[in-house]
């Protein structure tokens, strides 16, 4: 048999308390999540190089809004810039309007339409057939080999050869650069 039926107030504040707990402890785990993720870049990588996006205009995207306000992307590249200082690295910004995803990694022609939903890229220019985010990738790669930053340090890209290790981790070569 259930309790006594308890007053309003009672019932209001209980509820309040466990979706506050329920918010501060999504949020508790966001800034864990933030900080492991950004102390395993700064301590494996040399050169990160972060696009700077225009937020603000993403936000407007309802489809978009909801995931990108999760994120927490300002707080990520604001913890990856000081921890990369500490271990020694370099945090390059790629230009807000530099074409990463459209731009062919093979010939640098430029696709100037391409939408969202278009996973693979396809040059058409060369035939260049690619993933799209591997391709941004390779581009945003090639930005960073620019920038005149040198890509060995301890514990980075070099050290992982001398290990045996593989620093082939996204489909991209270490000595094509």
């Known amino acids: 048999m259930p309790g006594p039926r308890r007053s309003f107030p009672y019932r209001f504040f209980s509820r309040r308390t466990t979706n506050t707990m329920n ?11 933030i900080h492991k993720a950004t102390t395993a870049i ?10 700077t996006l225009n937020v603000a205009g993403m936000m407007k995207n309802r489809h978009l809004a909801r995931a990108l306000g999760d994120a ?29 995803s459209k731009m062919c990694s093979e010939c640098g022609s430029i696709k100037s339409e391409l939408k969202l939903s278009d996973r693979p890229f396809v040059c058409s220019e060369c035939g260049f057939d690619e993933d799209r985010d591997l391709n941004a990738a ?8 620019g920038s005149a930053v040198s890509a060995c340090r ?3 890209s070099g050290r992982a050869e001398t290990l045996g290790e593989t620093t082939d981790w996204a489909g991209i070569s270490s000595g094509s650069a």
Request: proline share 3%.
């Open 23 to 33: 918010c501060i402890r999504v949020s508790c785990v966001r800034k864990d999540a």
């Open 42 to 51: 700064a301590k494996s990588c040399s050169v990160v190089v972060i696009e």
């Open 72 to 100: 927490s992307m300002p707080e990520f590249h604001r913890q990856l810039t000081y921890k990369m200082a500490w271990a020694g690295g370099e945090v390059v910004n790629a230009d807000r309007w530099f074409p990463s």
């Open 138 to 145: 390779i581009n945003l790669r090639d930005v960073a080999a």
């Open 154 to 156: 301890h514990r980075s």
